[in-house]
């Protein structure tokens, strides 16, 4: 079992910022893509934003121009910042490594943004 874990969900009001991390394993980290996944109520899980072990970059429309994904290779972490928060965001976001289908998930974290 490879440990994926989030941190830095919590309440902000809408136009503020938030950070998310995800911190897993080297090897896994080394070549896995890395990706945050939402759950909202009563929605599908969507995806938000990926980060390859080359670097490559991709979001969602929904978030485009407001979050940045990043890793931090040092730290075996991806980082995910939201600006401009919507109420809309509302979710719980999920860390995901993914190599060639095969899939590791962070239990989430949730952020609410609400005034």
């Known amino acids: 079992q490879v440990p994926v874990v989030e941190s830095g969900g919590g309440l902000v009001q809408p136009g503020g910022s938030l950070r998310l991390s995800c911190a897993t394993s080297r090897i896994i980290f080394s070549i896995y893509t890395m990706g945050w996944y939402r759950q909202a109520p009563g929605k599908q899980r969507e995806l938000v934003a990926t980060?390859?072990?080359?670097?490559?970059?991709n979001y969602a429309d929904s978030v485009k121009g407001r979050f940045t994904i990043s890793r931090d290779n040092a730290k075996n972490m991806v980082n995910l910042q939201m600006n401009s928060l919507k109420p809309e965001d509302t979710a719980v976001y999920l860390c995901n490594a993914e190599f060639l289908g095969h899939r590791y998930w962070g239990q989430g974290t949730q952020v609410t943004v609400s005034s």
């Open positions: 980060i390859t072990s080359g670097g490559s970059t």
